[in-house]
């Protein structure tokens, strides 16, 4: 037990209150395609997405709203609880969340894919012609997107989102995100990796611009392999993808109850996640196992 207040679930996380200052997020290992959260979980997800983010925090030096991942600064959690959070647990900032979804695409895949397919759109109307599918960009974009009623992504407009968070604002969203991406990108490049595209998340602490939430984990971000990119169709990424192939091969109307995951595909998604920590933080993920005291 741990007495904590609870303030919010997401897909994947679970927000609890410390005090007036601080809050706790807590990385499950919950996973979700289609807007339907699935089962079974992949094992220690929520640690390879909070590894990772305690990695990036570090290595971009950008003001961010991290105090600590050491489960025992959390005050009231008794043995089960500390063993269940090590890993997993960040506690951070509070802060007012800008309500705007800063996302950074480096190539043309996914939804700005099917848009520009389509003939164009918010994220890709200033785009040039003649692009195939994974085209690596003349140079990234900031397609900024807010959260629906329904929780699905809308992609604003450059009107809309100066609208949302005033010109002042977006410039400096833009700014942050775009030189964040690039930072990222050339990381990762380092290691064997594409970051084709990622989202940031920012708020406000004592009236400055802060880093928020996860940042470049798989969940946020799509990694390619750089040896398996090749523009002109569909690449593999370290990330959920052997979950939704297998998705759209059931007769499944995306609708809860989602059919139960295979071993298999667990198994598999569980060693993309650990691949992508593995490769872009350069030890093995037993090591940051042991780190945070989960072994």
């Known amino acids: 037990m741990h007495g904590l207040e609870h303030v919010a679930s997401g897909k994947v996380r679970e927000l609890y209150r410390l005090d007036d200052d601080r809050l706790v997020i807590v990385a499950t290992d919950r996973i979700s395609a289609f807007d339907v959260v699935l089962e079974p979980a992949i094992p220690d997800k929520g640690r390879v997405l909070t590894g990772l983010s305690l990695h990036w925090f570090d290595v971009l030096e950008t003001p961010h709203h991290l105090l600590t991942a050491d489960v025992a600064e959390i005050p009231g959690l008794d043995d089960a609880t500390r063993r269940a959070w090590a890993g997993r647990a960040m506690v951070v900032r509070r802060a007012e969340v800008i309500p705007m979804e800063c996302v950074v695409r480096g190539y043309l895949y996914g939804s700005s894919w099917r848009e520009y397919a389509a003939g164009g759109g918010p994220t890709t109307e200033h785009l040039p012609p003649g692009l195939e599918e994974a085209s690596e960009l003349p140079e990234p974009i900031f397609t900024p997107a807010t959260k629906a009623a329904d929780g699905h992504d809308e992609n604003l407009t450059e009107a809309q989102a100066r609208a949302l968070v005033g010109d002042e604002r977006y410039e400096e969203l833009r700014r942050r995100s775009i030189d964040l991406y690039l930072r990222g990108r050339a990381y990762a490049a380092d290691r064997g990796i594409l970051l084709a595209d990622t989202k940031f998340e920012f708020g406000v602490v004592d009236g400055e611009l802060v880093l928020v939430d996860e940042v470049l984990t798989p969940d946020s971000s799509r990694y390619w392999p750089a040896e398996a990119w090749k523009p002109g169709g569909t690449v593999p990424s370290f990330d959920k993808q052997p979950v939704r192939d297998w998705l759209a091969a059931r007769d499944w ?14 198994a598999d998604t569980r060693r993309r996640y650990v691949e992508a920590y593995e490769r872009l933080v350069g030890e093995p993920f037993e090591a940051y196992l042991t780190r945070m005291g989960v072994r």
């Open 253 to 266: 109307d995306r609708r809860p109850p989602a059919p139960r995951l295979p071993d298999e595909v667990v």
